[in-house]
């Protein structure tokens, strides 16, 4: 990804943690049914190599992101989970690879904005089920 400096001169930009990976699903989530590699890149811009595309899939896939299924000589992919399920992928991992759990999560509460505790809490009352009517 190239981006112009202040001088208008183009220089590369590294791309953030997981900002490709979230490219690449979010184009198969647009796409109309299962999609090939070459169809990602192609909504990607074409700026990225066939090979890097596979290899941001078959990531996707370990991760549980994606799905694929092999068709003729290649295989087709579809999206299992979308943007936000990818994310919460991410923060599982980080949580799992932590020894202490209790003090991660709540570092991590501790941290919201009252607005996102509320929400936390709201959800988890609907996934307790102490938000049915």
């Known amino acids: ?3 112009q400096n202040k001088g208008g001169a183009e220089h590369s930009r590294r791309r953030g943690q997981g900002e490709l990976e979230t490219q690449v699903l979010a184009a198969l989530c647009r796409a109309p049914g299962p999609a090939t590699a070459g169809w990602v890149q192609e909504q990607l811009g074409g700026n990225l190599a066939y090979t890097t595309v596979m290899t941001i899939l078959t990531r996707l896939q370990v991760k549980g992101a994606v799905a694929r299924e092999r068709v003729g000589r290649s295989f087709e992919w579809t999206p299992v989970a ?3 399920g990818l994310a919460a992928l991410r923060m599982r991992k980080v949580l799992d690879g932590e020894r202490d759990r209790q003090a991660v999560l709540a570092s991590f509460v501790t941290a919201l904005s009252p607005r ?5 809490r709201d959800l988890l009352a609907q996934a307790s089920g102490d938000g049915e009517d």
């Open 1 to 3: 990804m190239t981006v």
């Open 82 to 84: 979308d943007e936000s």
């Open 116 to 120: 996102d505790e509320q929400l936390l």
